[in-house]
């Protein structure tokens, strides 16, 4: 069985939570293209520090070197029986190049009511100290149900007693620009892979405990 998957979802969604721990469960890596290019840079290969180079220079890699990274890394053992994907493709000529590199069996399309992902964003904490996450937002409304994770103490990291903060990133007017520029680039690669009849639509209701399993099983499904 193959199982060949890419996550798609708005910054904020979980999508890389979701990825994380669906794919250990089925047996296939999790593969972040910010990680394997952060990792690629590190081994010190040609390729490596010709991404380097680029990258130190301040300019954007190109597609035909992130497929070449990526191709990379698709063919190493652990992800023979599949991956997922999560971070790429974001436009229409990436998802061209990648099908010209390897099948996709599905797509999971993870996405929110875009009030709920603002509230939910700018309602994240990080400690200054040891980057540990909170969420204060308590949702729960249109069948959707995110309890907060609260410190024990206001304001203060449960692990290290750091002092809790928000991102600027993750600021309402940031956040909503944010997601505008997904939708934007990110739409017509939706409509992309609802033509090839690979796209599964998901709306997460509970927090990951809760739908993760939920994710795990539709993929089965989709394997081949
Ligand atoms: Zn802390």
């Known amino acids: 069985m193959t199982m060949q998957f890419v996550f798609l979802g708005p910054p904020g969604v979980g999508k890389g939570t979701y990825a994380s721990r669906a794919g250990p469960q089925l047996g296939i890596p999790h593969i972040s293209t910010g990680d394997i290019f952060r990792a690629e840079v590190k081994s010190g290969s040609e390729l490596g520090n010709r991404v380097k180079g680029i990258m130190d220079s301040g300019g954007l890699v190109s597609d035909k070197i992130v497929i070449e990274v990526l191709k990379k890394r698709l063919g190493q053992e652990d992800a023979r029986k599949g991956f997922i994907l999560d971070g790429f493709p974001r436009t229409i000529p990436q998802a061209e190049a990648l099908d010209g590199v390897t099948s996709i069996n599905a797509v999971m399309n993870i996405d929110l009511p875009e009030d709920i992902i603002v509230e939910k964003i700018s309602a994240r904490r990080i400690c200054r100290n040891c980057g540990d996450l909170y969420n204060v937002a308590d949702i729960n409304r249109n069948g959707i149900r995110m309890p907060p994770m609260l410190p024990k103490v206001e304001g203060k990291c449960d692990k290290c007693g750091g002092e809790l903060y928000q991102?600027?990133?993750?600021?309402?007017?940031?956040?909503?620009?944010?997601?505008?520029?997904?939708?934007?680039?990110?739409?017509?690669?939706?409509?992309?892979?609802?033509?090839?009849?690979?796209?599964?639509?998901?709306?997460?209701t509970a927090g990951p405990d809760e739908m993760v399993p939920k994710i795990v099983e539709l993929l089965k499904q989709h394997g081949l």
């Open 167 to 204: 991102r600027d990133d993750d600021k309402v007017d940031v956040v909503k620009e944010r997601l505008e520029a997904y939708r934007k680039q990110t739409s017509p690669l939706i409509d992309y892979y609802r033509d090839k009849r690979i796209l599964i639509d998901f709306r997460p």
